[in-house]
């Protein structure tokens, strides 16, 4: 049975891809970008930790001294503003990486571009039949899944990190207070690497998640490839652009050779193989330019203005485009072949009428598209 036209089975192309990314829809995962902070919170408070509590024992030792000229110029506002300025380094080296990491998460799954509608006003957000559905439908069953899932996971690490930590945190009690200090430290960091690790854990299972989910979200049907088809081919601004493109390469290195052109060989829609003929410049016909895709439909055009005969030859057309380069003359074997199209050429020049000679090109100088030979 074939498949219903609306029935959505085929993978997203690029442009719906792209079309989603500026609506907002775009890979995201929450899940990586938690994982992120937490490493690289815990990464920094085990090596720059003792750097902002050193300043803010500072702070505090400087807040808890007093001299007389302290009493009798004691303003509120100067003192603030130097505990703040103390703490303020340690601080920033820490708000804003995690800032910029929060942002470059998120970033690298939107292909760099940031989505603005993403925090735009939308009614459906606060409308409760969506949220309802939200709670309720697959995306929350889904959700709630991975809530659990944390939850169990985190749990369980947090439950085994307490059980090899236990003996230390119960001697905590014990010693001066430095050592307490540096023990609780120790477990802190501890605590926060385990809790990292297993967020890293669920982030990695998480984005190829999402990646499933937005793939399927954006799949296409039969009527939806067609369409996008049939805009980007017969949408004026896709044809306007084609044919800039094609007149910018016309107008570079293709126009000359063009203007010395005597004819054009075609594939008629792949190739274009321009040349002449000189007796006095060379023994047999020579390829002034030739090209394929977008430089051969640029040279189509430039011929179609300057009035140089277009011969449509698909066999031909491929045999010199694989075996001459520009500015040389052709091989031996197509001597022949192009000596039947020199006489066409010259007749129509004469203003006759003849029919297009039967070119015979040999085995050997026979190719595909794909410059395979044997075709």
Known sequence: MSESAGEKTFAPTEKRRRDAATKGDVLRSRELSTAAVMLFGAAWLAFAGPWLLGDMADALRGGLTFDRNAIDNFSVGSTLISLLLSVFPPLASLAVPIMLLTVVSQLGFSDGRWVGSNIAFKGSRINPLSGLKRMFGMTGVIEMGKGLLKIALLGGIAFYWGSSWLETIAGMGKGNLSQQLQAGWGALISLLFALAAGLVAIALIDVPIQWVRRMQRLKMSHQDMRDENKEAEGSPE??????????????????????????????????????????????????????RGEKAMAMRELAHELGVPMIELPQLARSVYFTTRENQTIREELYGALASVLAFVYSLKRGEMPSLPAIDVPLELRFDAEGRLGS
């Not at 570079?252 to 008629?268: C, D, H, S």
Request: glycine letters at 6%; proline letters at 7%.
């Open 238 to 291: 896709a044809k306007a652009m084609r044919r800039q493109r094609q007149r910018e390469i016309a107008m570079g290195g293709v126009a000359p050779a063009m203007r010395e052109a005597q004819f054009v060989l075609t594939n008629p829609t792949h190739f274009s193989v321009a040349m002449t003929y000189d007796p006095e410049k060379a023994s047999a016909p020579i390829v002034l330019a030739k090209g």
